[in-house]
Each structure stands twice: as C-alpha cells, then as structure tokens.
C-alpha cells in the first residue's frame, strides 16, 4: 500500500467516503488535522452525478489543498496537480451499510423524488427495487473501483489507498492514522448516526438475505479490507519492536 508522510510538500488527503460507513465522524477528526479542504457534494450522492474533474476545476487554489473528500467514485488522483497523495476510506458490513443508509434516507430532509419515495417503502421493498441498486447492489465495490469490478476494487485498495479502515474497527483504523499520517487524536463523537432503526437480528431473514445476495462483492471485499487492516496492524506492531530494540 502506497504512504506518503502528512505534511508532505504538494500532498493532498483524499478522503473516499463511502455513505453510512462512518465517515461523518471521521470527517470531524479530519477537520482538526488539517486546514485547506474541499468538500465534494453530489458527485455520487443518490443518483446525481456531476463530473469529478468539473468540480475540482471549480477549487479556487487548488496547490493550497489538503484534503479533498466526499461521496466521490475513485480516481480524483488523476485531477489534480500535486503528485503525491494518500487516499483514505472506511469500509462497512455489507447488510449493516445498506440497513442503514435505508433507515438515514427515510429521516433524511431532501426533495428528491426518487428518494422521497423510500419513506413509504419497506425495507424488503428498497432492497428488491432495480432503481435503487446503485445504493443497495456492491456500493462499496462501485465507488472504489468506479465499475462493478471486485478485482479492480481490491487491486485499488491495495495499491492506491494509504489506510483502509473499517467501520466496526474505528479505532483501530484511528490508531492506524494516529501512527501513519502523524494525526493528533484524543476525543470523538460519533456522527451522523442511524438512529429507531432495528437491529439485524429483528430483520426477517428473507429480506437479509436479499441484501447478502446483491452484495457478494461487498462482502468479499469487506473481508478483503480487513485483512488489509490486519497487515497494517502487524506492521506497526513490528516497527515498534524494532525501533525498542535498536
């Protein structure tokens, strides 16, 4: 996995964000480290898509940038000048993201129509829909490899991504950053979370199931970011005794 020091001259953080995994909290730790954001909206945010170079294109100062984040598919790297990056994510149970983002969308404020249509839908409903597979279907898998390809995606996290984190392991991931980018952290509040929404275990299993089915991808590369992770792990375990050593 590629690393490049925080601080570094000319290198940008480019947060993935994938909706539901966490990452309004993470964004709120992000906040504290650095200074030069730019925040994209709506690149892949339900359906609407505008294109990533055009929104880049619209950064006033784009050498002051430090951190450029939001729903966005991979590939950002390709539209700015600096060089050097370290592209972030975090990464979710599969059926606990897709639950999730169900539950958020139908206490969510937006105007949307094919989103307002949810909050009248049960959640075996949401998942069976074809107009909603770009949320319920291998999301994960779309936006890191920016196509339905597991290959690629698992080929992007590895060569591409500095920390791949996990939801269900948000402190670890935190320790990981802390260790490998120089971050300072000391208290988080959780954010943006799903709230009155039931557990997996009072789902009825057909439903569950559903969403597994649709989401082989997701899983295995799920497990696959775990794994990640566990290097990640290992290796500043092991930096750690060698320096103590020396």
């Given at each position: 996995?590629?690393?490049?020091?925080?601080?570094?001259?000319?290198?940008?953080?480019i947060f993935l964000h994938i909706p539901k995994t966490g990452g309004f909290t993470l964004n709120s730790i992000i906040d504290k480290q650095y200074r030069g954001f730019f925040d994209i909206k709506g690149f892949f945010d339900y359906g609407w898509q505008i294109p990533l170079a055009d929104y880049i294109n619209?950064?006033?100062d784009i050498k002051k940038l430090e951190v450029l984040r939001g729903h966005l598919f991979f590939g950002a790297h390709?539209?700015?000048?600096?060089?050097?990056?370290n592209y972030i994510t975090l990464l979710r149970a599969p059926v606990e993201r897709v639950v999730?983002?169900?539950y958020f969308i139908r206490r969510w404020k937006n105007n949307r129509p094919l989103l307002q249509a949810v909050k009248k839908m049960t959640l075996h409903e949401f998942?069976?829909?074809?107009?909603?597979?770009?949320?319920?279907?291998?999301?994960?898998?779309l936006m890191i490899a920016g196509q339905y390809d597991l290959a690629k995606a698992k080929y992007n996290l590895e060569k591409h991504f500095s920390i791949v984190g996990i939801t269900e392991r948000f402190d670890e991931t935190l320790y990981v950053l802390e260790k490998k980018l120089g971050w300072k952290i000391n208290k988080y509040k959780k954010e943006n979370e799903t709230k009155n929404r039931p557990s997996i275990d009072e789902i009825d299993h057909d439903t569950i199931e559903i969403i597994r089915e649709k989401n082989q991808?997701?899983?295995?590369?799920?497990?696959?970011?775990?794994?990640?992770?566990d290097n990640q792990l290992k290796q500043l375990k092991n930096s750690f005794f060698a320096e103590i050593m020396c």
């Open positions: 996995m590629i690393f490049n020091k925080k601080k570094e001259t000319n290198s940008v953080i619209s950064i006033g390709n539209h700015i000048p600096q060089k050097n990056y999730s983002e169900y998942v069976t829909k074809k107009e909603y597979n770009g949320i319920t279907s291998n999301r994960q898998t991808k997701d899983i295995e590369l799920y497990k696959f970011a775990n794994e990640l992770l």
